[in-house]
């Protein structure tokens, strides 16, 4: 196979010495680890390096591949600009990427740079690798804001387009684990923070990719994980394939998380079907994520209640034949004579998909409600791309009904569990559910909602608050 060996690898400026200063020292089990690691790629002689940065260009719903024939970069935003870099970028297989993405219709490719130089999150690994070895061009990826199992589909692209072209490539995920470990640190102390730590440590140290989908995106976001979603690229690279992982070292003593391991393909004590480029059916773990996703959408469909039922055939007729359905027969009668203001919302995958609602009743009836904005989150959010058929058989909804809502004095009267909350100043409104993920108290709650209506967080505004009748 084309990928040599994977490296997972953080990216503080701190531990090249230029910058450091002698800081470094304290992180000296990193940069052992560090040195180790280039050594082994020196070994290799690879053609080519990807490597996966969170600080490259990054977008929302696009996967950036760094353009052109190479870039240019130093640490002078570190204090060391005598340290620099001119590296060449490997256009055929960058291109070559690009091609099957574009065939895909999957979002990934050169447009858009916004960030030409190259960024700390590739200059730390590539200090280390060019104090060993120079043989090689570059191929710089940045991150999304797409699902996880988006970022493991880019990686199966990448080695797809390596293995047509014949690249000897060696793939470095850049990113620091959590960098809430430690109260003394730049970032503070969380509990996720250690927690996040030892779970992914956990994980690649086994190489048990296909648990790197199990990592819940609020509590990623909690621990302040920087390279998760480079991981999980990196994972993708190696889809299908037996693979020897080795932990190297992981400190925290700064603050953040330093994690450092390897992974093979295997060579040696593996029976004949699982010798490197043959696939191994128990290792697509995208494949296997995805299809327990929809067995589980499948049986929440068959055991929700009729308000639910009905917002899934709204939004499958017209995403499908693009058809608004009249109201069904088999309705239970309070649908039917009850007015009220309704949200639906879907997920994916765990992550918001699209959401809209109305605060008060503008059908003649709750099914009415229900079936306008079921068409319009599916299709008409503005924070999202209108869904597409493939994606249905993954989609999550509920449906909230909304009482009445009513004015209070103070955020005191607020809970974020059981209220939620709608802010006015002037013309502008905004509106947010209650018992949210991630939303763990009144401020935060407020501070989202003036957001959403573009209120400035210290504007005041009118406050109400309203109950909800959620539907699953």
Known sequence: MSIQAAFMVPHPPLIVPAIGGGREDEVRETIRSYEQVAEEIAKLRPETVIITSPHATMYADYFHISPGTGAKGSFSDFGAPQVSFEESYDGVLRDRICQI???????????????????????????????????????????????????YRLGEIIRQAADEIGRRVVFVASGDLSHKLQSHGPYGFAPEGPEYDARIMDVMGRAAFGELFDFDENFCDKAAECGHRSFVIMAGALDGTAVNPRTYSHQDVTGVGYGICSFYPALEGVSEEKTPGRSIPDRHFRLAYIARQEQRVAEMAEHADAYVRLARR?????????????????????????????????????????????????????????????VSASTRDPRFEAIRPEELPLLEINVDVLGEPEDIDSPDQLDVKRYGVIVTSGGRRGLLLPDLDGVDTVEQQIAIAKKKAGIGAKEKVKLQRFEVVRHV
């Open 101 to 151: 993405a574009d065939e895909e219709g999957f979002p990934a490719g050169t447009e858009g740079e916004r960030k030409p130089r190259l960024d700390h999150g590739t200059m730390v690994p590539l200090w280390f690798i060019r104090q060993k070895y120079s043989g090689f061009k570059l191929i710089r990826i940045g991150l999304s804001g797409l699902s996880l199992t988006e970022h």
């Open 314 to 374: 709204s939004l499958e007729s017209y995403i499908l034949h693009r058809k608004v359905i009249d109201l069904p027969a088999d309705l239970p009668a309070e649908m039917l004579r009850s007015r009220a203001g309704a949200f639906v919302s879907i997920h994916k995958e765990g992550r918001l998909r699209g959401c809209i609602g109305t605060i008060l009743p503008t059908e003649d009836c709750v099914a009415r409600e229900i079936i306008q904005n079921a």
